[in-house]
């Protein structure tokens, strides 16, 4: 792998970029897209304003020029784009993308896992914050059973899209009573799981320092049942802290933005549904694209405005951040991925 030349204000390459092809999702998970703002009435973007697959295509090859590596399909949920396996397709054609992947709630999967793993896919992650029913279906505004979630799991599986990592976002009083069984179940299955901390991801959440279950406490817990042990992580810019089981089965990953931030090794560039790039998750504001390249900008043109961006970045929000949210207006989760 060749390093990345391009290096922002804390010399900090881009490596990761994360390309959201829509802003919808068939969720209403309470911590992104609460069911009371994101009713049957709520705008979403207009098509027209939505980046085409060979707009995302064309940006996607500049950013992953600059350095770029990993490219990951986040939403919104990016199966409710039709015919996502096209666009994936499409990617998988740009020389110098080591990892292509994709973040789901895994809904769709039974119906695309096949496609997406013909059009050069590689893996999967899957957003599953609990295996008790009732828990899920109140994080996920009641929109899918656990099953349902299983169900793709297992379409993944037998597709090859492998190997499968399971996010479970964690917040105190609502499902940090179940995260013993969620690690001992993906344990026994051979599957990655990452516990997240409840984050201040934009405005509309209600995050509370309060309803943050630290990192250190989820390792405890899980320690004291399976007994774990610290190891390194896989690569410098890798998010996740590593554990793995003493016993051999496995491990799992804690991204703990919150308590143990890791802004100083961040490498991770966004570019939305609608052809703005951000920095940081937490950004209040984004770089647009999509104006410059349907005005007629060179690729020149466009990599300049890139390069200008990540060259200018000094985020680190979760390094600063205080007990309490930013009251700043910040861009919202589904509109950028987690």
């Known amino acids: 792998m060749i390093e990345s030349t391009l290096r922002d204000a804390f010399h900090r390459p881009l490596r990761d ?5 829509t802003d919808r999702c068939n969720f209403r998970c309470t911590y992104c897209m609460p069911a009371e703002i994101f009713g049957e009435n709520y705008k979403f973007l207009p098509k027209t304003e939505v980046l085409s697959f060979e707009e ?3 940006l996607t090859n500049i950013i992953v020029r600059l350095g770029a590596v990993k490219v990951r399909l986040t ?3 990016p ?3 039709e015919e996502i396996e096209t666009l994936v397709a499409m990617l998988r054609g740009i020389d110098g993308v080591d990892d292509l992947t994709m973040t789901t709630n895994a809904y ?13 896919l590689e893996r999967i992650t ?6 008790d029913d009732a828990v899920f279906r109140k994080m996920n505004g009641n929109r899918s059973s656990v099953q349902k979630v299983l169900d793709g799991i297992t379409a993944a599986e037998k597709a090859g899209l492998q190997p499968i990592k399971i996010n479970a976002v964690v917040q105190r009083g609502v499902n940090d009573n179940t995260i013993v069984d969620l690690a001992r179940w993906a344990k026994d299955k051979g599957y ?8 201040d991801v934009g405005n509309i959440n209600g995050w509370r320092m309060d309803d943050v279950v630290p990192a250190k406490e989820i390792v405890e817990r899980i320690d004291a049942v399976m007994p774990l042990e610290a190891t390194e992580r896989n690569y410098k810019s890798e998010v996740a802290l590593r554990y793995r089981y003493q016993d051999g089965g496995g491990e799992i990953g804690l991204i703990a933005s919150v308590t143990m931030p890791f ?14 790039i951000y920095t940081c998750l937490f950004a209040s504001e984004g770089t647009d694209l999509r104006g410059p390249m349907r005005a007629g900008a060179s690729d020149n043109e466009l990599e300049q405005i890139v390069r200008q961006t990540w060259g200018n970045r000094v985020d680190r929000y979760s390094e600063i951040r205080s007990g309490q949210t930013d009251p700043a207006r910040k861009v919202e989760m589904y509109h950028i991925g987690g």
């Open 126 to 131: 899957v957003s599953l914050d609990s295996l």
């Open 17 to 21: 970029l994360r390309v959201s092809v």
């Open 56 to 58: 995302i295509t064309r």
């Open 263 to 276: 802004c100083g090794a961040c490498s991770r560039m966004r570019l939305s549904a609608e052809g703005a």
């Open 192 to 199: 990655i799981l990452r516990f997240i901390e409840y984050m």
């Open 108 to 120: 769709l999967l039974p119906k695309k896992a096949q496609a997406l793993k013909d059009a050069g």
């Open 75 to 77: 939403g919104g949920e």
């Open 79 to 81: 199966l409710v784009r």
